[in-house]
């Protein structure tokens, strides 16, 4: 394996089988490979394969404009996937430490854009069934949507990749922390307890200054 981990294709896949060695051997060697293509690219083709569906499903009433509209769509989610990344490295770094571990903000981003491989495999799939023609369901008011087998197996094999992906992130995160992937749980679980925590605490502070002024 020349160079580490960061220096082949070898950690995509790798990481889905020692998700643990694989992140380790990434942050002793280049902790920043890839990770602003893999957040970029993760979120752009998610976004592309949600306008593909949208696409194929009203086709009839398309703009000449679409492909730009698309581009742009595409751009912005993909920047937005880079954002998120530096965001949930300040608040896992954060997290991480009130329970003892020790990685650097860098390091936590790794963790977090190496374990997005699982997503993006799932993400490449969809576009590809989309592409190929597999019948996407579309809402009808008053009525239940017809849904293909075939839309079934993806939506099962989507699954099964998106939970695989949470069980990598929980492994990185926990390997560059240094502690256990149960440990990593808790610390992706504390920032969602908080939000959750100040929202019903200003929830209830509404209600009662708005009750006591009546």
């Not at 949930?88 to 860098?106: C, E, N, P």
């Not at 926990?174 to 908080?194: C, K, M, T």
Request: with cysteine; net charge positive; aromatic share 10%.
């Amino acid at each position: 394996m020349a160079n580490g981990a960061g220096g082949s294709i070898t950690p995509f896949f790798t990481i889905w089988t020692e998700p643990r060695a694989t992140i380790r051997r990434i942050v002793d060697t280049d902790p920043t490979r890839n990770v602003i293509a893999l957040a970029a690219f993760g979120s752009g083709i998610s976004a592309l394969s949600g306008q593909w569906s949208k696409a194929l499903g009203n086709n009839a009433n398309l703009s000449v404009l679409w492909p730009l509209w698309v581009a742009v769509i595409v751009a912005f989610s993909a920047a937005l996937g880079v954002l998120s990344l530096y965001l949930g490295g300040v608040v896992l770094k954060w997290s991480g430490s009130l329970l003892g571990g020790v990685a650097s903000r860098v390091e936590v981003r790794a963790a977090v854009a190496w374990s997005q491989v699982p997503g993006i495999a799932g993400a490449i799939l969809f576009l590809i069934a989309v592409l190929l023609g597999v019948p996407i369901p579309v809402p009808t008011p008053g009525a239940l949507p017809q849904i293909d087998p075939a839309f079934y197996m993806i939506m099962v094999v989507e699954g099964v990749l998106g939970f695989w992906g949470f069980v990598v992130s929980l492994k990185c995160i926990g390997e560059v922390h240094r502690f256990s992937a149960w440990r990593a749980l808790i610390a992706v679980l504390i920032p969602g307890l908080i939000v959750i925590i100040v929202l019903v605490l200003g929830s209830l502070l509404f209600h009662a200054i708005v009750g006591g002024h009546h």
